[in-house]
């Protein structure tokens, strides 16, 4: 080997050398970042002040954005939320989205900004003080990849932020946020971009959920069906739940008993499937359709219910069915009376009287039907409702042909004619007249037959023999009809003596 080869191969070495230092250098300064990121995770456990701090330190310390001064923010973002912080982590926010255009990958930056999203939206629940801030996440948010052309990230933020608009109630805001996404999931024509199924689904189960607030159901019928027409999308169970449980409510609003439960027997289901709380409410209202129904049959049945058969949530629920199913109106009302919280879902409230009014009426049916006279007081306190009230459920049920009977509004007493009894002594009249006639005609002919001087075979005279014993005979009391109403005769002196008691 030549001297010059000898150097060159030497100078090659040092070289070498020289960039294996640098390299060292560079790991050793990332060791440390990572070190303090990792301290700093350990220190929020005990200290989420202190944490924060040394979270929003580590960016200072890369010589360019990368990914650890963007996992710090995100870190020191959240404690700052948890801890009522929430101008300094809007503020951060803002920092944290300059990283996503070029130092983190797109599809990471993405996953990273919707899942805080989704942190700081249920962290906010329930704050007011958090709530204003949440606009802001959003709107910074929006701005970002807007910017950037990210529309899968731009349409997922979008659909939040009208959630949000419609949590606070600001319909017209409401409306027209719906009205960009719309635009965002169509084609150049006009017709919907069968590629954004889903969020599709997404904008039509937060318009459904307006209407259904606003109480539009002309609107609501309209865009429940198209919605369930999209075919072309894979749908998460929450948003097919909440699509479902609106179309029940909707029902429900038009009386349509039978499809507002297969409805809500759809939602529980979705809801299970994606782990959603909001089953346990659905299913009080599949159990509440199920009186609603006057249906017999145990909604706890099927395969999906079954296990929330014992479940304290709904125990007060289930009591109410099967206090209806056995016609039991003094546990019935108990039930309620025990369990103000039934009440406090307003669907409920607003649906439960028209299963009570049906308790009631059949309870007044089951107690009168020995009576023909009895005064309406008595009814009242044996049911424990209002002197009114009773006026108002036999008004409807003489209206309704039900019961025959007159209310005496001044006495209070309420006087009822069998429409049963009547119909019985009518259908014995037409029947002893049949066999009297029968009678009538068989002893008439052998009478003929034995009479003296009547024709015998060998054509002589046989007598005139007895009178017929018909002829003459009195009507059969059976034999009147009778066109009015009568008093079942063992139920009145039944109801006599009770009507003693009552005074």
Not at 72 to 84: D, M, P, S
Not at 232 to 247: D, L, N, Q, T, Y
Not at 347 to 354: L, Q, R, S
């Amino acid at each position: 080997m030549s001297d010059d080869d000898f150097m060159q191969a030497s100078d090659e070495e040092e070289y070498d050398f020289e960039y294996e230092d640098d390299e060292d250098e560079l790991d050793a300064g990332e060791v440390t970042i990572e070190n303090k990121y990792y301290n700093a995770k350990q220190t929020k456990l005990t200290d989420p002040s202190e944490a924060i701090v040394e979270f929003l330190g580590i960016p200072a310390l890369e010589p360019q954005k990368a990914d650890w001064g963007f996992k710090g923010l995100k870190q020191a973002i959240k404690l700052e939320f948890k801890l009522g912080q929430y101008e300094a982590a809007v503020e951060h926010y803002k920092e944290l989205l300059t990283y996503v255009k070029s130092a983190v990958t797109r599809n990471y930056s993405e996953k990273s900004i919707n899942n805080m999203l989704d942190f700081v939206e249920k962290n906010s629940a329930g704050s007011e003080q958090a709530g204003p801030f949440l606009g802001g996440f959003y709107d910074l948010t929006l701005a970002c990849f807007q910017s950037t052309n990210n529309e899968r990230l731009w349409l997922k933020t979008s659909v939040k932020q009208a959630k949000l608009l419609l949590d606070r109630h600001q319909y017209v805001d409401v409306v027209r946020k719906l009205r960009e996404l719309h635009r965002a999931c169509q084609r150049a024509d006009g017709t919907d971009d069968a590629s954004k199924g889903t969020y599709l689904l997404e904008i039509y189960a937060l318009e459904i959920q307006m209407y259904a607030e606003r109480k539009n159901n002309k609107q609501l019928k309209q865009l429940y069906q198209r919605a369930l027409r999209v075919r072309s999308a894979v749908p998460h169970p929450k948003i097919m739940g909440i699509i479902r449980e609106c179309g029940g409510k909707m029902h429900m609003s038009e009386e349509n008993w039978k499809d507002a439960q297969g409805d809500f027997f759809e939602s529980f289901r979705n809801y299970d499937e994606a782990g959603s709380l909001q089953r346990i409410q659905v299913l009080k209202y599949l159990l509440l359709t199920t009186m609603l129904m006057r249906s017999d049959i145990n909604p706890f049945d099927s395969q999906e219910t079954k296990p929330y058969r014992n479940d304290p949530r709904i125990a007060a629920m289930t009591e109410l069915v099967e206090a209806y199913q056995h016609d039991d109106i003094r546990r019935y009302e108990d039930v309620l009376h025990r369990h103000p919280d039934l009440l406090q879902d307003s669907f409920i409230a607003e649906n439960i009287d028209e299963v009570t009014r049906t308790m009631r009426t059949k309870a007044v049916l089951r107690l009168i039907a020995p009576y023909t006279r009895l005064r309406t007081a008595w009814i009242a306190d044996q049911i424990r409702i209002s002197d009114a009230e009773v006026h108002d459920i036999l008004g409807y049920l003489i209206v309704d042909g039900r019961i025959a009977g007159t209310i005496d509004q001044q006495a209070g007493v309420l006087e009822l004619q069998s429409a049963v009894d009547a119909d019985r002594v009518e259908a014995v009249s037409e029947l002893t007249d049949a066999v009297m006639g029968l009678a009538r005609a068989v002893f008439s002919n052998t009478a003929t037959q034995l009479r003296p001087g009547a024709a015998s075979a060998d054509g002589t005279n046989a007598g005139s023999g007895p009178p017929d014993p018909f002829s003459s005979a009195p009507a059969s009391p059976f034999s009147v009809r009778h066109s009015g109403r009568h008093p079942r005769s063992g139920a009145k002196g039944l109801a006599g003596s009770r009507r003693s008691k009552q005074g």
